[in-house]
């Protein structure tokens, strides 16, 4: 099960690891924002990104990558070289180990946004993206994170766990006031491919009692990012992601 749950900030996305845990699911958190202020009575692991990172004298995105392909393993699809081959896998398994993941039910990432902003970063610093005359080919960057992250995702889709990934939402008001809602990424090709790629797309919204629930139907009338692959849901479900989960289970 591969599920994306988007909302804005503060609407209390990290927060559905309670209802996880309180199911008695084992869940690793793989952290790249330090924002589980809202969960840190719970007892979970977790994984901060940008630590690790530091350890090891590379980048968050590097890390975000070794990570995806020792929960997946090798990528039997790509050149022996690649992102993600047997050599990466190898190399990912002798840095982290390769019984990271063994332990635990879900692996709940927080947050795409903030992994799309290391690829960013990550990218602007690859040598095709700069130009004959030194400097950077924004084009070139953006189009680079677009295809960084549709194969993260691509990868990650292929775990054996459950996998939940959390992100913000952005609002773009037109000319005529109307509003349209996309997944928050550093690029179009990114917030456009990624929701394609999950099971189930989420968006959280609240009430004006501050109940909070799940928008889970591409025809809602906000235009909100949804998807329920499943058929198993309702068009509005209450925001508490194991009963999510366990209603497209029970259907399979």
Known sequence: MKVLITGISGIGKTSQIRSLIDAG???????????????????????HVRDV???????AWQICRHLAVLLTGANPSVA???????????MARSMLGDDIFDDFDVVFW???????????????QQDEVITKQGAIDKRAVYGLVGQQMVNFIRQVQHGKKDIVMIGGLKEKID??????????????KSGVELPYIFDEVLTMIADENEKRFFITSASNSRGYPAKDRSGNLQAIEPAD????????KDKK
């Open 175 to 188: 000319e005529s006031g109307e509003s349209s809602y996309s997944l928050l990424l550093e690029g179009s």
């Open 110 to 124: 927080d947050s795409i946004t903030e992994f799309c902003r290391d690829s960013l970063i990550w990218s602007q």
């Open 80 to 90: 022996a070289d690649d992102i993600y081959s047997h050599a990466h896998y190898g």
């Open 241 to 248: 992601l194991n009963n999510v989960i366990n209603k497209i």
């Open 53 to 59: 990172a530091v350890d090891f004298g590379t980048s």
């Open 25 to 47: 699911k084992r869940v690793l958190v793989i952290d790249g924002e330090a924002g589980l202020l809202s969960v840190d009575d719970l007892d979970f692991s977790s994984i």
